[in-house]
């Protein structure tokens, strides 16, 4: 997944990361426009929603860059 100032994107891809099933982007709206770790936050619960047909049933894991959300996992899981 990504974000930047005007939009989402984001890519379903096998384990390997080389096999792409499917991808997907959209523009921000106004009112989407957020601190930089609730716009990731966003992206992951828009890609899962959007991918939700692949996905259900099966065990997956969200894959990112992005330190502010790998900050709130760890805070999470302490």
């Known amino acids: 997944m990504d974000v930047n100032s005007i939009g989402l994107g984001a890519v379903l891809a096998q ?3 080389e096999n792409i099933i499917a991808f997907a982007s959209r523009a921000l709206s106004d009112a989407e426009k957020y601190s930089v770790t609730e716009q ?6 828009w890609a899962i ?6 996905l259900e049933g099966y065990q997956f894991i ?16 302490r």
């Open 15 to 17: 384990e390997d990361g």
């Open 40 to 45: 990731e936050c966003l992206a992951v619960v």
């Open 62 to 77: 969200v894959v990112t860059n992005q330190n502010s959300l790998r900050w709130l996992h760890y805070l999470r899981n």
């Open 49 to 54: 929603r959007k991918f939700r047909l692949y």
